[in-house]
């Protein structure tokens, strides 16, 4: 019987992985290559497309010699790939500008001048918030600044079309991608004319908006060759990190709800049509032609706890840090944190948000301010959770991911606040794994996308205490209070 496998590339913001699959969902091998990040000037955030996509090859072939497979036994690889990056090309593919990515807020003033004037009306046709993650508002500040690459540039990609045009010379851009620039109309999946004439960009400057199954072959032979794969293998264009993960970890029907915590945090469901909320506290993306997911990212995740930790000069391990958490009980004696530290995307989508602790008092050692942190990650995620709520109904069960989802005790915390059972899958390379099964989905190796919760490793399943989801209850109502009263000075 001859052996199958599938690679799911993964590229993230923060690292390119390559993770080998059998068809069961058991990761064989996975290679992970760090992402460099560069900061220009203040609240600049920017990466190197070219130093990714040759992250890229390198993960693919050591994927493969890791997992000791031949050529002919790998059949498909799938793409993942974190949203909102944009840059300028010049007519060959090169690229003129440095990938500007989803943290980069240069354009927080045209943003808030957008929320106020075009606001509803943007958000009520693309689904996307106003804010500076996105590049329609990253378009419209190289418009507005005389951005040198911008007059320069023939094509505007994402790092992922980067890398498919770098390989197979082609310009394409699946449907969840393409709703992530704020420049997609899902109803009729398409560039929108209007908001493309406000960032001064033709059609044409933009990819072929495609099917998250679409194949593509007839790879570059070298580079093929690098990644030491048959030229003919299918490439499948895939969707967006979010989509992938929920679909990865099996959080695909009707009150299956998916938490990603790691650096930052996202909470989204995967909904049939396309749902907006009245507040516009969360974002609804596209990613098949039926099913669109919506949800709301967080800017602040693990990157609050590793500013307590170094704010505290703590120098032993991230998990002995958590660890020592769990000294204190639920609530952290009267303290609570709004984890605003860098700014904030839902459910306030404003970049000036800022962190607060209060109930500080003499009595709170490290502990303390830990345990408060971490709830003020959970209760934050739960605010998001509760407007997701509204429009697709009250949660049954959540799956979780990321790398909080090795903490026991944030597991716990988070059965406790929501009040649901909590699943956690054994693998934690969830969007890559959706990747790979989109891949095997169309190249009609499986049936359907649903197919795939038969093929996932599961790990325990976490209950929630009642008693302690009750003094979670009461918690939250202050704190959502502390939010609405602060949110006025940020």
């Not at 609240?43 to 990714?52: C, L, N, R, T, Y």
């Not at 909904?271 to 800017?299: A, H, L, M, Q, W």
Request: net charge negative; glycine share 8%.
């Amino acid at each position: 019987m001859s052996r199958e496998f599938v690679i799911g590339l993964d590229i993230g913001t923060t690292s390119v992985k390559a993770c080998v699959f059998n068809l069961n969902g058991n990761v064989v091998a996975e290679v992970e290559k760090m992402n460099t990040f560069y900061y220009p000037q203040q609240g600049w955030v920017e990466q190197d497309a070219v130093e990714i996509e040759r992250s890229a090859v390198v993960a693919v072939r050591e994927a493969i010699e890791k997992a000791n497979i031949t050529k002919n036994e790998l059949i498909t690889l799938g793409f993942s790939a974190a949203m909102h990056s944009i840059i300028c090309v010049d007519p060959n593919g090169k690229p003129l500008s440095p990938a500007l990515i989803w943290a980069d807020g240069r354009g927080i003033t045209i943003s808030e001048r957008v929320m106020e004037f075009h606001g509803d009306e943007i958000y009520s046709k693309t689904g996307t918030p106003i804010h500076p993650m996105t590049p329609f508002i990253k378009l419209l500040w190289m418009k507005e600044t005389g951005y040198k690459p911008y007059h320069e540039a023939k094509y505007f990609m994402s790092i992922k079309e980067y890398l498919l045009h770098s390989w197979f010379n082609k310009r394409v851009i699946d449907f969840s991608m393409a709703s992530a620039t704020g420049l997609f109309n899902p109803t009729n999946r398409e560039w929108d004319h209007e908001l493309l004439e406000l960032t001064g960009i033709d059609i044409e400057q933009l990819s072929e908006i495609v099917s998250p199954t679409e194949r593509l072959t007839g790879i570059k032979s070298n580079i093929a060759e690098e990644m030491g794969i048959m030229p003919e293998m299918p490439f499948v264009v895939g969707a967006a990190d979010g989509q992938l993960a929920n679909l990865g970890i099996g959080a695909i029907l009707p009150g299956e709800v998916a938490v990603s915590v790691g650096t930052s945090g996202a909470i989204r469901q995967i909904t049939n049509g396309f749902k907006i909320s009245e507040n516009r506290e969360t974002f609804c993306y596209s990613f098949t032609e039926d099913y669109s997911i919506v949800g709301g990212p967080t800017n602040n995740g693990g990157i609050a706890l590793q500013w307590l930790k170094d704010l505290l000069n703590y120098e032993g391990s991230f998990e002995k840090f958590l660890a020592e958490a769990e000294q204190v009980a639920p609530g952290a004696e009267g303290m609570i944190f709004l984890p605003y530290v860098n700014g904030e995307r839902a459910p306030l989508w404003n970049q000036n948000a800022k962190g607060n602790f209060y109930g500080m008092t003499l009595t709170h050692k490290r502990e303390h301010f830990i345990r408060a942190v971490l709830e003020g990650i959970t209760l934050n995620l739960y605010q998001i959770g509760k407007a997701l709520e509204k429009i697709a109904g009250e949660p049954e069960k959540i799956y979780v991911n990321g790398g909080l989802a090795r903490s026991p005790l944030w597991l716990q915390m988070m059965a406790d606040v929501f009040g649901k059972e909590v699943l956690v899958p054994e693998s934690h390379h969830s969007a890559a794994w959706g990747a790979a099964w989109t891949a095997l989905v169309a190249i009609e190796k499986v049936e359907s996308f649903a197919d795939i919760k038969k093929n996932i490793p599961m790990g325990e399943v976490i209950k929630p205490n009642k008693q302690t989801n009750e003094f979670y209850k009461h918690m939250y109502e202050k704190y959502e209070m502390m939010v609405k009263d602060l949110s006025k000075y940020f």
